[in-house]
């Protein structure tokens, strides 16, 4: 037994003293030499491809410059907050982001315009914007998160607004591919799929750690398995209920595919009990028959997974031609812009930029390449379940390990249906794919994340529990004790 | 061969080097952090931090690192001993039974409350939960790793 009196006093909080961070300067510089070292390949091959005159420059040295000096500025703000917050994640996003740029700056620019205040921005510039506001979201989270308070006392508001967005999205949706996900508001368009990922974690979180000590008791045995009271298995059903119902009316299999799974895994981290998995699986497995007997998105998808050749022009086209870039790829890939060859004078993957940037990762930098930025998702997912591991209660914890997940599972279930390990579906990869929806949610995630590693956080407060008193003072005698 | 090509191939090469040189930095930083944590000893599976405690012993702000078993109550023999008019003398043992921890009172005379809520013989308890003995009140939380 070790008590040491006082010294762990939480210091006064509101004082603002920066701290350093020499582990996150170092990584920082790391990244930014990496990223001039790719930015100067690309331009190099791309010239040399064009015919162009020889030189070292950089692709686009202003955007590649735009991007480090955002980086910079976020870790200045870290420092100047003094949070003692971890220091990898942040330049292991800005490695990820800056081979996203690195990728849009070499697609083909006219994937997708806009035009604003009279000027013409192409896929790149756009894709530079929201990666500014990710980083942005990224600090600003970092910085002002100081109490979790707001997430924990208000879960099931947020559990509305969660299922608000989805409501809205099937009232109002616009439908892409076949699947109903983006909400149209004036000159923006958003898919509210990637918001609702983060409040389920922050509903689930606030659920499980509030009835864990109910989870955990077993009123019922069923030959090996244990169970809980029926009751506290009706979220379970709820949960499958709305993965099923999102397949259904949003046809979004990979939203559904990725809901299930955190959830999954937070009620095994929070209970660690194998039946809820088992009974989940289950589940799973039923409603997949289900979805497979009467839809035809979800049959396509899994004939197209099963044998793409079948029909390599038509339905499997995509994946036959993902299949083809990897090929192509080999181990070391053909370079950064020495990709993606046309097919009759077109892209052979229209959703590259979205769905298929890890095969155009694959294709350009080889297996090497693609094994070093799955390396790169374990750090975060390594990372935020350190996070998860030295939290103070239980909430933030599974608040930390939700969120991880969330990233982590996401990025598998993109990388996995690229490669044909599993059947495909639309999600993106994080903090490479287009699409500010993506980068702004996945932003929050890692802000949160940033915040919550704070040792000197705010300490949680004491849980309340439902229809009983708050503490009161002892009513005993005066004196009392043996 | 050209010496463009062979300066593009090297550059590339070297853009891929620098993705597992990147990786390599993280993976030292993590080799680091585990030998320092090797080289720290807490063998505590939970803490106890006093939150509450105006007029009697411990003070607030102390922080208690938890074995399997810790008893609490005002006699010198218990893991952590509180000197408060209202504690009895073997007041509630907090015990880790292999996945969760449950907290026990003892017949004590005032009670012990989790949440402002009275116990009675065993219960469990969840990191971050209150717990009262006597006018002492610990907050419970996970051990910091």
Do not use: C
Not at chain 1, 20 to 32: D, K, M, S, W
Not at chain 1, 313 to 339: D, E, H, M, P
Not at chain 2, 28 to 35: E, G, I, Q, S
């Amino acid at each position: 037994m070790t008590a040491s009196s006082g010294a762990q006093m939480r210091g006064a909080a509101g004082r603002i003293r920066p701290h350093a961070r020499p582990r996150e300067t170092g990584l920082l510089i790391l990244v930014a030499v990496v990223l001039v070292v790719g930015s100067i390949s690309l331009g190099a091959t791309q010239r040399q491809l064009a015919g162009q005159k020889l030189s070292w420059l950089p692709a686009d040295a202003g955007q590649l410059v735009i991007y480090l000096g955002a980086l910079v500025a976020a870790h200045l703000a870290l420092i100047v907050a003094g949070r003692r917050s971890d220091q990898v994640l942040l330049p292991t996003i800005g490695l990820l982001g800056g081979i996203s740029l690195l990728l849009m700056e070499r697609l083909p620019q006219s994937l997708v315009t806009q035009s604003l205040a009279g000027r013409d921005f192409g896929l790149a510039s756009i894709q530079l914007g929201w990666l500014l506001l990710a980083i942005a979201v990224i600090a600003i989270a970092a910085v002002a998160v100081r109490s979790d308070a707001w997430l924990r006392r208000y879960k099931y508001t947020w559990a509305a607004a969660g299922i608000a967005l989805l409501l809205l999205t099937f009232l109002f949706g616009d439908e892409v591919n076949g699947a109903l996900l983006t909400i149209q508001v004036g000159p923006f368009s958003g898919q509210p799929t990637e918001l609702i990922k983060v409040i389920l974690v922050i509903f689930l979180a606030g659920y499980l750690s509030e009835f864990r000590p109910l989870l955990v008791t077993e009123s019922m045995r069923l030959g090996p398995l244990r169970l809980p009271p029926l009751q506290y298995l009706l979220p379970m059903l709820a949960m499958w209920a709305m993965a099923l119902g999102i397949v259904v009316i949003q046809r979004d299999l990979g939203a559904a595919l990725l809901f299930f799974a955190v959830f999954l895994a937070l009620v095994y981290i929070a209970t660690a009990r194998a039946s809820y998995v088992l009974i989940g699986l289950v589940l799973f497995v039923a409603g997949s028959v289900i979805a497979y007997e009467l839809f035809g998105t979800v049959r396509d998808r899994v004939d197209i997974w099963l044998d793409p050749f079948a029909d390599a022009s038509g339905k499997g086209y995509q994946v036959v031609q993902s299949l083809y870039a990897f090929g192509r790829g080999g181990i070391i890939g053909t370079g950064l812009g020495a990709g993606l060859p046309l097919v009759a004078g077109r892209l052979p993957i229209p959703a590259i930029h979205t769905d298929f940037p890890f095969a155009a990762l694959g294709e350009e930098l080889g297996l090497i390449g693609v094994v070093a930025i799955l390396g790169l998702y374990l750090i975060v997912i390594e990372r935020g379940l350190r996070v998860a591991a030295s939290a103070a209660d239980d909430f933030r914890a599974l608040l930390a390990a939700g969120l991880t997940l969330v990233v982590g599972v996401q990025a598998f279930i993109i990388a996995a249906g690229n490669l044909k390990l599993i059947p495909l579906t639309g999600v993106t990869l994080p903090f490479i794919s287009y699409g500010g929806s993506s980068l702004l949610a996945n932003g929050v995630v890692v802000g949160l994340l940033l915040a919550l590693s704070d040792r000197g956080v705010e300490p949680p407060p004491p849980p309340r529990v439902a229809g009983r008193r708050r503490p009161r003072l002892l009513g005993g005698p005066a004196g009392a004790g043996r | 061969m050209d010496p463009y090509v062979v300066a593009i191939w090297i550059v590339r090469i070297a853009f891929l080097g620098g993705l597992y040189l990147f990786m390599f930095g993280v993976a030292r930083l993590l080799l680091r952090d585990l030998r320092a944590a090797a080289r720290d000893p807490k063998g505590a599976l939970a803490r106890l931090v006093v939150v509450g405690s105006d007029v009697s012993e411990p003070p607030r702000g102390t922080v208690f690192g938890l074995d399997a078993v810790a008893t609490i109550g005002r006699d010198v023999n218990n893991s952590i001993v509180v000197e408060d008019d209202f504690a009895s003398t073997e007041h509630a043992v907090l015990t880790f039974r292999g996945r969760a921890w449950y907290v026990e009172d003892l017949a004590s005379t005032n009670g012990t409350f989790v949440n402002g809520q009275r116990i009675d013989a065993l219960n469990a308890i969840a990191y971050g939960d209150e717990l009262q003995v006597g006018r002492v009140r610990f907050r419970f939380e996970r051990a910091r790793r």
